[in-house]
């Protein structure tokens, strides 16, 4: 979820390229009550950055489970258990970024962008992808089984790179040997799903690597022990449909992103976490009530139909699918019909 809120007319016409980062991801879920169980090795990948050769790992904590996205290096961090559930494929995290004139000009691409020129095509080839926001930027995860597809895709719109050893190396799909061909598969048919919208704002965050130690004692609390009543706590009958709980910590390649919603804020110091000079706080629109799999390209399709320009950022977990907005763009009415237009189940809990 990098923090260009605009996206250039620029990026209509420059040309765009489409980094195949090096790193090779595995997808996997911790539930809540087994957590007890990992909070030795996530503490190391969070905290000991000197003692792990993890380069890639994301922590994200949703109300059903804990959805860690983790290099192989970091996946042997974590021990075999009935409390750990494992997406079978290797997924490879692909950026996009607007190129220009040269190298130097280069940006990030905004996730209205990705949708149109990335999401929209693998969807109608019936491959799914696995979306990561960050403070800096937005990853396009897919199954390295289904690379070639992606290439074949995605050739003609983008210049195309692979990184090898720091390089980036050019890439064309005859270089990419799996056999795979293009999905001749009839369109995507619309699928109904659930959507909830709640109350509580959320803030995009980074941090100086440096200063993580100044507040492990507070991300331990609100990572580890967020669950524990609280005695001064009061509670509403209808807290669960007001608010939801989503906290996302990611350490990629050296650069740290949070997010997490504004009483989870408060319990930091102002002064070490930064966000945009702006200070939007965003609003979250949350796709599913029960697990949807990786293999729902309705979903990715549906996310990709008109008037997203106000959506900046997508977040994924084993679950459900969230998707957050700027609340200053929000409007409940808008949103209704929007997703209506999508085929989504509109019987949704609006803020009031």
């Not at 095509?121 to 979306?131: D, E, G, N, R, T």
């Not at 209808?238 to 919603?261: A, E, H, P, R, T």
Request: with cysteine; hydrophobic share 40%; charged share 20%.
């Amino acid at each position: 979820m990098h923090m260009h809120t605009e996206e250039t007319a620029l990026l209509g016409t420059a040309s765009m390229d489409l980094h195949i980062l090096d790193h090779r991801l595995r997808v996997t879920s911790i539930c809540k009550n087994g957590l007890v169980n990992f909070t030795h090795p996530l503490i190391k990948l969070i905290f000991l950055r000197n003692r792990t050769r993890c380069k890639f790992f994301s922590l994200t904590e949703t109300p059903e489970n804990y959805t860690v996205v983790l290099d192989e290096e970091g996946f042997k961090e974590l021990q075999p258990s009935e409390h750990l559930k494992v997406e079978s494929s290797i997924w490879l995290p692909l950026n996009v970024v607007s190129n220009g004139n040269s190298s130097s000009s280069s940006q990030a691409v905004g996730v209205t962008k990705i949708a149109k020129s990335v999401i929209a095509p693998l969807a109608q080839q019936h491959v799914s992808v696995f979306m990561l926001s960050t403070y800096q930027t937005d990853f396009i995860l897919v199954r390295e089984k289904d690379l070639s597809v992606v290439i074949q895709t995605l050739e003609e719109e983008f210049n195309i790179y692979k990184e090898v050893g720091g390089e980036s190396v050019p890439m064309h799909c005859q270089e990419v040997s799996n056999g795979l061909q293009k999905n001749g598969k009839e369109a995507i048919q619309p699928t109904v799903h659930p959507v909830l919208i709640p109350q509580n704002q959320f803030c995009v965050m980074s941090l100086d690597p440096d200063t993580l130690p100044s507040i492990a004692t507070t991300l331990i609390d609100v990572l580890f022990y967020s669950n524990c009543p609280k005695e001064d706590a009061q509670s509403s009958p209808n807290q669960d449909l007001d608010c939801i709980k989503f906290f996302s910590f990611s350490l990629i390649d050296g650069y740290i992103s949070l997010v997490m919603d504004t009483e989870a804020q408060r319990q930091f110091p102002a002064d070490l976490l930064f966000t945009s000079s702006s200070g939007e706080l965003w609003r979250m629109v949350r796709i599913g009530g029960q697990p949807l799999g990786f293999g729902n390209t309705d979903v990715e399709a549906a996310t990709t139909a008109p008037n997203m320009s106000e959506m900046l950022a997508h977040f994924e977990a084993s679950a459900c699918r969230f998707l957050i907005f700027f609340s200053r763009n929000f409007s409940g009415t808008s949103l209704v019909l929007w997703w209506s237009f999508v085929h989504f189940n509109v019987d949704a809990k609006l803020p009031a």
